[in-house]
Antibody
């Protein structure tokens, strides 16, 4: 059974960089069949796709966030990571990591981690 | 970006009711549509992919249909565990986008 677990600071100051890591167990980020994604959900609101990475390192980002987002993968640790720079209160959200498949889309999700942007 | 619009935003229903949720895309997405169920404090759970394919382990009372720009999620007989918020998502083109959600409440 594939499991994903987000980790990282729950509080980030405005203008700083949000950094989260997703650890994958029961599967490999090196699998060529899947892409590894980040999705966020502001409190009480809907879902927003942030971007994804393949094991090869190729990425695709939401244009609305592209200038501030970096997603990377560490195949040796079976992890992938998110960095979001110059954060504001609008970036306060529950951040989810998820496994994506070209046909079945997001089939496994982490439990989510709340990141609050506040001084 | 492709806009996904769900209706209704909120739906009040009773156990045993047949429930239908609609999702409309701002342009054709073929059959590249998924449905998720989300309960408070939990991650979304994939129910349907490719518009009508039932994810493994999901009860057969859930079904999806449609193609192009109009899609539906149907729950044939609503169960107590089904009270939740449902989201549609298109994955035909980037950025992948979600509907605003439909909350299914107890009547």
């Amino acid at each position: 059974q594939v499991q994903l677990q987000e980790s990282g600071p729950g509080l980030v100051k405005p203008s700083e960089t949000l950094s989260l890591t997703c650890t994958v167990s029961g599967g490999s980020v090196s699998s060529g069949s899947y892409y590894w994604s980040w999705i966020r959900q502001p409190p009480g609101k809907g879902l927003e796709w942030i971007g994804y990475i393949y094991y090869s390192g190729s990425t695709n980002y939401n244009p609305s966030l592209k200038s501030r987002v970096t997603i990377s993968v560490d195949t040796s640790k079976n992890q992938f990571s998110l960095k979001l720079s110059s954060v504001t209160a609008a970036d306060t959200a529950v951040y989810y990591c998820a496994r994506g498949h070209p046909e079945r889309t997001f089939d496994y999700w982490g439990q989510g981690t709340l990141v609050t942007v506040s001084s | 970006d492709i806009q996904m619009t769900q209706s209704p935003s909120t739906l009040s229903a009773s156990v045993g009711d047949r429930v239908t949720i609609t999702c409309r895309a701002s342009q054709s997405i073929s059959s590249w549509l998924a449905w998720y169920q989300q309960k408070p404090g939990k991650a979304p759970k994939l129910l349907i992919y490719k518009a009508s394919s039932l994810e493994s382990g999901v009860p057969s009372r859930f079904s999806g249909s449609g193609s192009g720009t109009e899609f539906t999620l149907t729950i044939s007989s609503l169960q107590p565990d089904d009270f939740a918020t449902y989201y549609c998502q298109q994955y035909n083109s980037y950025p992948e986008t979600f509907g605003q959600g439909t909350k299914v409440e107890i009547k």
